[in-house]
Structures are given as C-alpha cells and as structure tokens.
C-alpha cells in the first residue's frame, strides 16, 4: 500500500491489524508521535491524516492507503521551525515535552480551519489532547500569538 508521510510517498505493507503509531514509529522511526494510554484518551498520538487530526493508536495503517499523513517531524521547513513550534518555545508551552507533538497538530489542525479562533474554540479544539504538567495555558497564548501573527 501506498502513504505520503510527510510529504513522501511510502510503500508499506503493514500487518493488518498495525496501528499508523506502530507504523510511524516502529517501521518508519518517525518517534515524533508518542504512546501513552492506547484508547485515543489523551491524544499524546495525535498526527494529521488528510489534514484532519486523529490519534495514530486507534487508527489502522490499512486504513489510510492513498491517503497524507503528516507528523510533528513534518512541520519544520529544513532547520526553520514551524510557527507554532516557535510560539510554543516562547510562550512556555511545553514542560516535559510529552504531549506536545500531539498538542501541535491538534493545534495545526486548529489554525487550518479558523484563522482567528478565540479562546474557547481553542480550548474545545485542544480538548483531546492532555497535558500532565499543566502547560495549558501556555497553549493557548501561543496559538492565539500564531493565529494574531497570522492575522
């Protein structure tokens, strides 16, 4: 089966029940991605497929046969971070680094389809993504810099 990860189209043939998070990080070594409760509760997992967030655990890599998947590790332009990865160094955004891969393509995904979000609708688009250390309100700044910058 064919997946552009990334941005590069892959071959895979993966085991039919191998979920996208095995996938990535097992066969492609794209560790981006993290595994934490396995039941799509936390969102740690999350990655963009055709744009759209999903957790990489629940989601069978059979299932996205011609489809575009894209990681944290697909964000950077060369050595240029993504804005929102900048955004998230400066408005503190991150503690242990964890969930933030998962909070940054929730928070792409975000910024996709609504260029000014307020508060709330960033709190509610960010909602399956937890943060143990609590970094949650430095999430928001840093969305609501990206998307005033982009404004």
Not at 12 to 20: I, Q
Not at 112 to 117: G, L, N, Q, V, W
Request: glycine residues 10%; proline residues 4%.
């Amino acid at each position: 089966m064919r997946v552009t990860i990334n941005g590069r189209s892959r071959e895979l043939s993966p085991e039919p029940l191998e979920s996208l998070l095995t996938t990535l990080r097992e066969r492609l070594f794209l560790t981006g991605a993290k595994q934490g409760c396995d039941r799509g509760e936390c969102g740690a997992c999350t990655v963009l497929l055709n744009g759209e967030p999903v957790c990489a655990c629940l989601t069978l890599t059979r299932a996205c046969e011609g489809a575009s998947v894209t990681t944290v590790e697909g964000l950077a332009t060369g050595q240029a971070l993504h804005p929102l990865q900048e955004a998230f160094i400066v408005h503190d955004a991150v503690q242990c680094g964890f969930c933030t891969a998962g909070q940054l393509m929730s928070a792409v995904a975000l910024l996709a389809r609504d260029a000014s979000p307020d508060e709330g609708a960033i709190r509610e688009a960010m909602a399956g993504n937890l943060c143990r250390c609590g970094s949650y309100p430095g999430i928001v700044r840093a969305i609501q810099a990206v998307a005033r910058a982009n404004g």
